[in-house]
């Protein structure tokens, strides 16, 4: 869908590498859809960043938290887009609940859980989202794939400027069409 309303290249990041497996399986032999992988050496990543940057349209499967969400400066005019899939999560670990214990403990229940898994997870996909805008001229979508999204809570964490807007998936296509066709229009003007 993206593609077809705007082709470019877009970034769709996955909240894990067994998620992003499943898309890779999804797009199966589409050339245009390349991915990260683990354990990939500084060359690989270069080598995969430069096809992704010369590509006219292509999507790039990467894994929230890691050095393609995080760590990297396409520059502007590069991306199209950036597709965020799930919260991401990070699993529990003993460090986490050792957090999330001492938070509840000193300001009430619930921000444990908040200071120790859902903040994180938030920022990930700030920094995965903020690939896309690099200048004040790139213009482009980020797609929240998640219900939960639409929670007044979890948008506090969000840039003010974000202008998010709920879609069904059956009328992504056409919010696409719209907001491609008011961007290139004031662009014009």
């Given at each position: 869908t993206?593609?077809?309303?705007?082709?470019?290249?877009?970034?769709v990041?996955?909240?894990?590498?067994?998620?992003?497996?499943?898309?890779?399986d999804?797009a199966?032999?589409?050339?245009?859809?390349?991915?990260?992988?683990?354990?990939?050496?500084d060359?690989?990543q270069?080598?995969l960043?430069q096809?992704?940057?010369s590509?006219?349209?292509?999507t790039l499967?990467?894994?929230?938290?890691g050095v393609?969400?995080?760590s990297?400066d396409l520059?502007s005019?590069?991306l199209?887009?950036?597709?965020?899939?799930?919260?991401?999560?990070?699993?529990?670990?003993?460090?986490?609940m050792?957090?999330q214990?001492?938070?509840?403990?000193?300001?009430?229940q619930?921000?444990?859980?908040?200071?120790?898994?859902l903040?994180?997870?938030?920022?990930?996909?700030?920094?995965?989202?903020?690939?896309?805008?690099?200048?004040?001229d790139?213009?482009g979508?980020?797609?929240l794939?998640?219900?939960?999204f639409?929670?007044?809570t979890?948008?506090?964490?969000?840039p003010?400027h974000w202008?998010?807007?709920?879609?069904k998936?059956?009328?992504?296509?056409?919010r696409?069409?719209?907001?491609?066709?008011?961007?290139?229009?004031?662009?014009?003007?």
């Amino acid at each position: 869908t993206l593609q077809e309303t705007h082709p470019g290249r877009y970034l769709v990041a996955m909240p894990s590498y067994d998620y992003l497996s499943q898309l890779s399986d999804y797009a199966g032999a589409d050339e245009t859809f390349m991915q990260q992988t683990r354990g990939m050496d500084d060359r690989a990543q270069i080598a995969l960043l430069q096809r992704f940057q010369s590509a006219e349209q292509a999507t790039l499967g990467i894994v929230m938290g890691g050095v393609f969400s995080e760590s990297i400066d396409l520059g502007s005019g590069v991306l199209s887009g950036v597709v965020v899939v799930s919260l991401g999560l990070p699993p529990q670990d003993l460090n986490k609940m050792l957090i999330q214990e001492h938070f509840d403990e000193v300001y009430g229940q619930g921000w444990g859980r908040q200071v120790a898994y859902l903040q994180p997870a938030l920022s990930r996909i700030v920094q995965a989202a903020g690939r896309l805008i690099r200048s004040p001229d790139d213009r482009g979508i980020v797609c929240l794939v998640d219900p939960r999204f639409a929670n007044p809570t979890l948008r506090g964490y969000f840039p003010t400027h974000w202008q998010v807007e709920v879609t069904k998936a059956a009328d992504l296509k056409k919010r696409l069409k719209s907001f491609w066709s008011h961007d290139l229009a004031g662009r014009e003007e």
